[in-house]
Nanobody, 127 residues
Framework: QVQLAESGGGLVQAGGSLTLSCAAS????????MGWFRQAPGKEREFVAA????????FYADSVKGRFTISGDNAKKTVYLQMNSLKPEDTAVYYC????????????????????WGVGTQVTVSS
C-alpha cells in the first residue's frame, strides 16, 4: 500500500522560508504527478502546487506564484515545496498528494486528481 510522509513544517515569521519534503513508499508504482495542497482552519482543502513528471511541468495556485517552488525526483518518488516570503495567510496544514493514474493534466489542480495522500504537516506563519 502506498504511503506518503511529509516533513519540514514548523513555525516561521512572516517573510521567512520553509521547505517541505514528501516521500512516497510502498512498493513499485508509477507516478504521473505529485502535488501539494493545504487546509487552513475552517476552510476547504485547496490546491497549492503540482509537478507532472513527464516533461517536468509545474503548476501553481495564483496565491503562491512567485513565492513557492515545487520540485522533486520521480525516481525517488520525492517531492519538495520551497516556500519563500511566507505570509500569515499561508498558515495551514500542508498535504502531499500522489497521482498514479489520471494521466490528465487538467485534474492536477483538483483534489479528485489524486489517489493517495499524506497525513499533513503544520505550517504556521506568525505576523
Amino acid at each position: 500500500q502506498v504511503q506518503l510522509a511529509e516533513s519540514g513544517g514548523g513555525l516561521v515569521q512572516a517573510g521567512g522560508s520553509l521547505t517541505l519534503s514528501c516521500a512516497a513508499s510502498g512498493g513499485t508504482f508509477y507516478s504521473y504527478a505529485m502535488g501539494w495542497f493545504r487546509q487552513a482552519p475552517g476552510k476547504e482543502r485547496e490546491f497549492v502546487a503540482a509537478i507532472r513528471w513527464n516533461g517536468g511541468n509545474t503548476f501553481y495556485a495564483d496565491s503562491v506564484k512567485g513565492r513557492f517552488t515545487i520540485s522533486g525526483d520521480n525516481a525517488k518518488k520525492t517531492v519538495y515545496l520551497q516556500m519563500n516570503s511566507l505570509k500569515p495567510e499561508d498558515t495551514a496544514v500542508y498535504y502531499c498528494a500522489l497521482d498514479r493514474w489520471s494521466y490528465n493534466t487538467l485534474v492536477l489542480t483538483t483534489i479528485n486528481g489524486y489517489d493517495a495522500w499524506g497525513v499533513g504537516t503544520q505550517v504556521t506563519v506568525s505576523s
